[in-house]
């Protein structure tokens, strides 16, 4: 569908949902419309102005750059409308500019959050290589829960087509889809695992990401 056509699409729901003697058939083409203006980024079809698409790296520093790390950036990319790739030591972000701007901000939190709830279990509990790879699979797949449980956010897991495309070209390390199977290896899922699940699902709560 070409953008004229998606926004007489538009238009024609909201007239659709102002003039409408059913309140019910109202809201239905109210939530229509607004549902293509996320997945088209449109923020007003009288003044649609085709947005870029943004790229941002988030430099590692010293930490290194994991298969637990990358998973928390895509993740993120997930529920931001964004993509996410690595090079070097860098793990990049790429979609409209606020919301990559708010993909970065929460996966900053999450970095900051998962480091300090691991170093807090292993404190009281022996580390070892597996326990470790247990407790940081335990968390993303608690985060993970925590994500697609929040009603009313389905529609920032749709990336746009521009995204996607501009994605496509860049010559970088793709990263995976969160929602395919890893191959976790998981022996327990008690212990670390739990802990890891529990910090994960509880990561987002009454937590504000402050505006960048």
Known sequence: MDKDKIINKIKNLLELSSNNPSDEEAKAAFLKAQEL???????????????????????????????????????????FRSKTCSRFNYVYFIGFEEDVKAAMAVYTYLLKHSLLTRSLYFARNKSTPQTKKEWEYGYVYGLHQAMNSRKGYELMRSVPQKVKEEYERLPVEKLFDSEKDKGLGITSLDGAFADGFKRGKESLNGREIEEK
């Open 37 to 79: 203006m996320y997945k088209y980024h449109i923020e007003n079809p009288e003044t649609i102005e085709e947005e870029e698409v943004y790229k941002a790296g988030f430099s590692l520093g010293r930490l290194k750059k994991t298969e637990f790390v990358l998973l928390l950036s895509v993740l993120c990319a997930d529920n």
